[in-house]
């Protein structure tokens, strides 16, 4: 497709479990964002791929948060043991990278419901 | 330390007036800033950009305004309509210092009374 695409678009799991969220973003974009949204919260940065740079993991909660990508394509994020308050709606952004156009491509998310 | 600021959680307005979305920033090393509109369970749409070499940038019924020296940037919606309503996401990056992390404000939900 066209856009950026998130997978699962809902994700219920129960306290302790590990979750993965994917990111497939649009060809060609070297950057690539995560985001969450918490209920009724603004937009809170996770972590920021930008081409062979290291990423930018400023963001990250704690270290049950991790994430990989894989060249300039599908991104995983990772939450390990999850808590109740990890649920939120995980956005993936992506943008042509440094230097170029700046506006970034959002996912439609996935929702993670923590039980 | 919330970098960008959006002070209105929510606003109202009449279908057919303004409506005028503010956004404060801390960080003085952003030159670039976005609007984004958000409807629920969609991902947020880009709506419009500034270069901080500029001080106004228009598209259609949307215009944003940067005041550099205030640190504060603005998005007028003329006339509103009822599909304006939606939550409104500022964001900010340093476009030219190598590093392209956008950072969000909190949001101002929009609300455009028929």
């Known amino acids: 497709g066209a856009g950026v695409s998130q997978s699962p678009s809902n994700k219920v799991t129960e306290k302790g479990k590990d979750v993965e969220l994917r990111c497939d973003p649009i060809s060609g974009h070297t950057a690539l964002y995560w985001y969450r949204q918490r209920l009724g919260q603004g937009l809170e940065f996770l972590i920021y791929f930008q081409g062979n740079s290291a990423p930018d993991k400023s963001g990250l909660p704690s270290d049950r948060f991790s994430a990989e990508r894989t060249g300039e394509s599908v991104s995983t994020l990772t939450i390990q043991r999850t808590q109740q308050e990890d649920s939120a709606v995980y956005l993936c952004?992506?943008?042509w990278g440094q230097g170029a156009s700046a506006e970034a491509f959002f996912g439609q998310g996935t929702r993670l419901t923590v039980v | 330390d919330q970098q960008v600021k959006q002070n209105s959680p929510s606003l109202s307005v009449q279908e057919g007036r303004i409506s005028i979305l503010n956004c404060d920033y801390t960080?003085?090393?952003?030159?670039?800033f976005l609007w984004y509109k958000k409807y629920p369970a969609e991902g947020p749409t880009f709506l419009i950009s500034?270069?901080?070499?500029?001080d106004k940038n228009e598209d259609g019924r949307f215009t944003v305004f940067l005041n550099k020296s205030a640190k504060h940037l603005s998005l007028h919606i003329v006339p509103s309509q009822p599909g304006d309503s939606a939550v409104y996401f500022c964001?900010?990056?340093?476009?030219?210092?190598?590093?392209?992390?956008?950072?969000f404000g909190t949001g101002t939900r929009l609300t455009i009374i028929p």
């Open positions: 952004a992506s943008s």
């Open positions: 964001a900010a990056r340093r476009r030219n210092f190598g590093n392209e992390k956008l950072t």
């Open positions: 500034i270069s901080s070499i500029k």
């Open positions: 960080n003085s090393m952003f030159d670039y």
